[in-house]
Structure formats: structure tokens, C-alpha cells
């Protein structure tokens, strides 16, 4: 009996291993940031950001199949870019003030990846949970800064259109809800979670 319980064990995990894949993917990434802050700079006055900014970088993810169906995928993304800003003085007039705040985003995000392989064509759809983090540069006559990181969660998917064997081709996007600045929003216009969109494509290594 215990004899035939082990074989049974070894020839599952054979037929898991076998079954276990994976794919490493590099591309170019669009995020939407939708930024929330407002910060007192002494007696020069506030600014206040309340809009979207449009981020340009990069997307980085693997993916390793546990099933056939179902994978456990790490995603990096790294955006680049500016947000529009209103400014708000009191008592003393600035000159040549901006009108946008530079800002870097990164999320860092693990979680299942459910795919199904058509022809060609392997569409998928993906729950991620991790952590982002940001970068606020304020340029010009007032330069100041603030950065913060807190819990990320991401909803989305996207389709790979196989090349060969090895290569195929990533359209991705993506729902990027952050919880970043708290400590910086005023309830009148801020809300404690940024809702943003990101769009991906790029090409994916399949082993």
C-alpha cells in the first residue's frame, strides 16, 4: 500500500513538472497617474496636484506555471514623467513658478496569472498585490520634494501573440490602485486611493 502511494506521488509530480513552464517579459509601458497631494511650502504659498499626469517607462515581469491554466507572476514597473499642479500663494510673489511636478512611479507586484493557450494566441488575466512607491520633485525657484510607498493592487490582463517557439509578442493593461500621500491630501478634492491605468506591450520570452 505505501509502496503504490509513492508511486502514485512520483508519477503526479512528474506530470506537474512536466506540465510547469514559464515566460519572462520586457516592454514599454503608458501609466495614467492620477495624483493626489497638497503641500504648504512656508510663506511662498501651495501647491495642489489634483490631475493626471502621463508616464513613460518600462515593464518588467515572469511568470512560472504551476498548472497547466493557472501561473504565479513577479511584475516591476518603472514610469517616468511630470504632473500638472495648481500653485497658491499667500503673502509673497514667485516668480517663474511651475506648473508641474516631476515624478517617478514603480510598482512592485506578485500574484496568480490564470492563461489559456488558442492557436497562436494566449489570452490571460491577472490579480497582483505588492507595493508602490513615488517621487515628487518640485523644480524651479522652489525646489522640494516628498516620496512615500505604501500597499498596491492591480487587476488586469492582456494576450500573447506567439512569433515561434520561443518569442511571442505582450498587449497588456491594467487597473493600478495605490494608496501613496495620504498625509498629503485635504478631503475637498482627494480620495485615499489613485486609480491608475497602465498600458504595456513589448516581447516574452517563453522556456
Known amino acids: 500500500m505505501k509502496f503504490s502511494v509513492v508511486i502514485v506521488g512520483m508519477l503526479f509530480a512528474a506530470s506537474l513538472s512536466a506540465q510547469t513552464a514559464g515566460n519572462l517579459y520586457f516592454g514599454y509601458s503608458f ?11 512656508g510663506e511662498n504659498g501651495s501647491y495642489s496636484a489634483n490631475g493626471r499626469g502621463n508616464l513613460n517607462g518600462w515593464n518588467l515581469s515572469g511568470e512560472m506555471k504551476v498548472f497547466r491554466w493557472i501561473g504565479v507572476a513577479a511584475d516591476v514597473n518603472g514610469s517616468y514623467g511630470s504632473v500638472p499642479i495648481d500653485f497658491l500663494f499667500n503673502s509673497v510673489v514667485v516668480q517663474n513658478h511651475p506648473t508641474s511636478i516631476n515624478t517617478n512611479f514603480y510598482t512592485f507586484l506578485f500574484g496568480p496569472r490564470v492563461s489559456v ?3 497562436r494566441i494566449r489570452p490571460f488575466a491577472e490579480v497582483l498585490v505588492g ?5 515628487l520633485d518640485l523644480g524651479g525657484s522652489l525646489p522640494d520634494s516628498e516620496h512615500d510607498r505604501n500597499l498596491a493592487t492591480a487587476y488586469g490582463g492582456g494576450l500573447d ?7 511571442a509578442w505582450r498587449v497588456q493593461a491594467d487597473y493600478v490602485a495605490s494608496r501613496l500621500f495620504q498625509g498629503l491630501q485635504i478631503n475637498t478634492f ?4 489613485q486609480h491608475n491605468f497602465r498600458f504595456s506591450t513589448g516581447i516574452v520570452f517563453r522556456f
Do not use: I
Not at 507595493?131 to 517621487?135: D, H, S
Not at 501573440?161 to 518569442?167: D, G, Q
Open 31 to 41: 501609466v495614467s497617474n492620477d495624483l493626489h497631494v497638497y503641500k504648504f511650502l
Open 131 to 135: 507595493l508602490a512607491w513615488q517621487n
Open 161 to 167: 501573440y506567439r512569433v515561434s517557439s520561443r518569442l
Open 190 to 193: 482627494s480620495t485615499p486611493v
Open 117 to 119: 493557450q488558442v492557436g
